[in-house]
């Protein structure tokens, strides 16, 4: 139950977890509806002195009273810091909400792009394997007639077969 997330200096100047802070104190009294310094030590192991310092502070800012003679309750004031904190926490979650449903979308955005790229990297290496067997042809015909007009085509032909090849390695390395 300790909040070790903060400390605070003690009265003897050593570093201390904060029990509770002001908030937790708040809704507790909210969902008890009254409270006694006994709640608190057995709620936030608080020493009878620290529960009964921090329903004096509740008090002096306003948002708890005493209901009978060690017995607390919250103020309207107190009920209002609760409503506020409430609506904080709220919109928070549904802040967080968002933001783990954006998450999601993006990674399957990133799945079916993953997808579609293996997709055309597959595609890739089926056209590279279809056009290798037909530059061989080509290349030779080109060399045995060179005024057939053929070499500017296997040229062509070598030239893509080079970027599709590039094209596989960058699919490859996603």
């Known amino acids: ?72 309750c919250l103020s309207n004031r107190g009920y209002h810091k609760i409503h506020y904190i ?22 399957r955005r990133v799945e079916e792009l993953e997808s579609r790229l293996s997709l055309v990297h597959k595609s890739l290496v089926r056209l590279s394997e279809e056009i290798q067997p037909i530059m061989i042809p080509a290349a030779l015909l080109a060399r045995q007639d060179p005024k057939s007009g053929l070499e500017y085509y296997r040229l062509m032909f070598a030239r893509l077969l080079v970027e599709l090849n590039g094209l596989i390695k960058q699919s490859a390395a996603r």
């Open 86 to 107: 409430r609506a904080l926490e709220e919109k928070e979650e549904g802040e967080k909400r968002e933001r783990e449903r954006e998450v999601a979308s993006l990674r």
């Open 1 to 72: 139950m300790l909040n070790h997330k903060h400390w605070h200096y003690d009265r003897h100047w050593q570093w201390q977890p904060i029990k509770a802070r002001k908030t937790e104190v708040l809704k507790f009294i909210h969902d008890k509806e009254i409270v006694t310094a006994h709640d608190l030590i057995s709620q936030f192991r608080y020493t009878y002195n620290s529960a009964r310092c921090r329903l004096s502070q509740l008090n002096k800012e306003g948002y708890i009273e005493p209901c009978l003679r060690g017995q607390w």
